[in-house]
């Protein structure tokens, strides 16, 4: 699915709940979140990407294959040296799905955008070092 701002006020619409060592942190995109500040200050963290292989396109998928899709998408991570960490995605509309997806420490835009495109996703959540998430949509990032 296309970039459309029906799309966009949906990811727009989301808590990601990132599960750090210590504890846990809602971000929402372009709000800046002074526990992941700090957590990624103290790990010397200077960018974080978060990922899903849930429901490509942004269409519904049965949930056995998100979850394999999601354990395939977390060792491709593992494989790339990367160390993820548990996170979901939590739309704001009571009907719409949870999505498990992977927070990742000093992964680059244009690593997550690739990764995301091979794992059918419109766009990720990325940041640097002030903890301010940021939506990134997979066809505007230089790859």
């Not at 009907?95 to 995301?116: G, I, Q, R």
């Not at 990720?124 to 790859?143: K, N, R, S, T, Y």
Request: proline share 6%; glycine share 6%.
């Amino acid at each position: 699915m296309a970039k459309t701002s029906e799309l966009e006020a949906a990811y727009q619409a989301t808590t990601y709940r990132v599960f750090l060592p210590g504890g846990s942190c809602d971000l929402r995109v372009g709000q800046a979140c002074d526990v992941l500040a700090e957590w990624l200050a103290q790990e010397e963290v200077a960018c974080f990407a978060i990922v899903t292989a849930h429901n490509p396109g942004s269409q519904p998928t049965d949930a056995a294959r998100n979850a394999e899709r999601q354990s395939q998408l977390e060792c491709d991570l593992l494989e790339g040296n990367y160390e993820p960490y548990m996170a979901q995605n939590l739309p704001d509309v009571a009907d719409a799905p949870v999505e498990e997806s992977c927070f990742v420490p000093d992964l680059a835009p244009e690593d997550a955008c690739a990764l995301a495109e091979d794992y059918g996703q419109n766009a990720v959540i990325c940041g640097g070092a002030d903890g301010v998430p940021h939506l990134v949509w997979v066809e505007d990032c230089e790859q």
